[in-house]
């Protein structure tokens, strides 16, 4: 039989998504900026709620959550808050254009991702990837890849994420 795992992230209880809103609002306000009450926060929500909190920021505040922690965070940091904002097919499909972008390709990113998502959220991804890039994922592995990696590669993306 087989197991679906999850992240380890669950939705948090008692969930408010614009307390949550006004919380990371308080904590880019004014001088300096509260990282550890965002990164709590954020840490301790599931995507989906991110989402939601993302929603609440733009409808509290007309501003856009995203390009207000851009310009908020620094560094490695930034980085990480972002990839925790992004819905994770979105973020997938970001991390497998750029395991692929330029000399050499990010075989360990290319495996984690197409070999460890279930078939619904591989077609989530591979539709995702085409209209952020512009370009199949499959075709983009076929011009990046060879041999037998390019064909176990090919064969999980039309097997598992056939449409």
Same mark, same amino acid.
Do not use: C, W
């Given at each position: 039989?087989?197991?679906?795992?999850?992240?380890?992230?669950?939705?948090?209880?008692?969930?408010?998504?614009?307390? #949550? @809103?006004?919380? &990371?609002?308080? +904590?880019? !306000? =004014?001088? *300096? /900026?509260? $990282?550890?009450?965002?990164?709590?926060?954020?840490?301790?929500?599931?995507?989906?709620?991110?989402?939601?909190?993302?929603?609440?920021?733009?409808?509290?505040?007309?501003?856009?959550?995203?390009?207000?922690?851009?310009?908020?965070?620094?560094?490695?940091?930034?980085?990480?808050?972002?990839?925790?904002?992004?819905?994770?097919?979105?973020? #997938? @499909?970001?991390? &497998?254009?750029? +395991?692929? !972008? =330029?000399? *050499? /390709?990010? $075989?360990?990113?290319?495996?984690?991702?197409?070999?460890?998502?279930?078939?619904?959220?591989?077609?989530?991804?591979?539709?995702?990837?085409?209209?952020?890039?512009?370009?199949?994922?499959?075709?983009?592995?076929?011009?990046?890849?060879?041999?037998?990696?390019?064909?176990?590669?090919?064969?999980?993306?039309?097997?598992?994420?056939?449409?």
């Amino acid at each position: 039989m087989a197991q679906v795992l999850r992240g380890t992230v669950t939705d948090f209880p008692g969930f408010d998504e614009r307390a #949550d @809103a006004e919380t &990371l609002r308080k +904590a880019m !306000k =004014g001088l *300096g /900026t509260d $990282e550890e009450s965002i990164l709590t926060l954020l840490t301790s929500r599931s995507n989906a709620q991110r989402q939601e909190i993302s929603a609440a920021f733009k409808t509290l505040f007309g501003r856009d959550l995203l390009d207000d922690l851009k310009s908020e965070l620094t560094g490695k940091f930034e980085k990480l808050i972002v990839a925790l904002m992004k819905p994770s097919r979105l973020y #997938d @499909a970001y991390e &497998l254009k750029h +395991a692929l !972008k =330029g000399a *050499g /390709t990010n $075989e360990k990113v290319l495996t984690e991702i197409i070999a460890s998502r279930t078939p619904e959220e591989l077609r989530a991804i591979k539709q995702v990837y085409e209209e952020e890039y512009g370009s199949s994922l499959e075709d983009d592995v076929v011009g990046d890849t060879s041999g037998y990696y390019q064909r176990m590669l090919v064969v999980l993306l039309q097997v598992l994420g056939g449409d």
